[in-house]
């Protein structure tokens, strides 16, 4: 059964780079049949898409996001990250990693969630 | 970008009431619209794909419906454990959006 775990730092300074990792387990990140996804709820507030990647390396990016963010795949060590740098109060979120099928692109399997404060 | 407007943000039901969710894209998606279900300090949980599929495991008084750019969730008969925040998002293209959640209370 496959399972995602986020980790990272709990808190970051502005203007400083936020960095996120996902570990899957249970399940190669090798399989051509997903996107490995990062989606991130502000406090109290909805779910908002950030990007996801394909194994390959091929990107999709959220364009409010665009110019600040980088996703990247490890196949060798089976997860995936997130740098998303200059970042302010308004990245403070928790952060979620999740898996998309790749035809109909739902997120069937979550992390558990990553809190992160942006705060000085 | 493509934008869901989910209603209503909040409702009460009593136990075994039928709930009905309606979440209404700005453009056609085709059958690209998911659900999820959140609880408190949980990630959400995955429902429903494709307007109308059952994700595995999931019981079958949820179900999903499409007319149109109008998508619907419903809850044949609400349990206790149903109280949570329910999404839909579309999938069609990106970037990926969400309804603004309904609130669930019993």
């Known amino acids: 059964q496959v399972q995602l775990q986020e980790s990272g730092p709990g808190l970051v300074k502005p203007s400083q780079t936020l960095s996120l990792t996902c570990i899957v387990s249970?399940?190669?990140?090798?399989?051509?049949?997903?996107?490995w996804t990062w989606i991130r709820q502000h406090p109290g507030k909805g779910l908002e898409w950030v990007g996801y990647i394909h194994y390959s390396g091929s990107t999709y990016y959220n364009p409010s996001l665009k110019s600040r963010l980088d996703l990247s795949v490890d196949t060798s060590k089976n997860r995936f990250s997130l740098k998303v740098t200059s970042v302010t109060g308004a990245d403070t979120a928790v952060y979620f990693c999740?898996?998309?099928?790749?035809?109909?692109?739902?997120?069937?399997?979550w992390g558990q969630g990553t809190s992160v404060i942006v705060s000085s | 970008d493509i934008q869901m407007t989910q209603s209503p943000s909040s409702l009460s039901a009593s136990v075994g009431d039928r709930v009905t969710i309606t979440c209404r894209a700005s453009?056609?998606?085709?059958?690209?619209l998911n659900w999820y279900q959140q609880k408190p300090g949980k990630a959400p949980k995955f429902l429903i794909y494709a307007a109308s599929t059952l994700q595995s495991g999931v019981p079958s008084r949820f179900t999903g419906s499409e007319s149109g750019t109008d998508f619907t969730l419903t809850i044949t008969s609400v349990q206790p454990e149903d109280v949570a925040t329910y999404y839909c998002?579309?999938?069609?293209?990106?970037?990926?959006?969400f309804g603004q959640g309904t609130k669930l209370e019993i």
């Open positions: 999740a898996r998309a099928q790749i035809i109909e692109r739902a997120f069937d399997i």
């Open positions: 453009q056609s998606i085709g059958s690209f």
């Open positions: 249970g399940g190669s990140i090798n399989s051509g049949d997903y996107y």
């Open positions: 998002h579309q999938s069609y293209s990106n970037p990926h959006t």
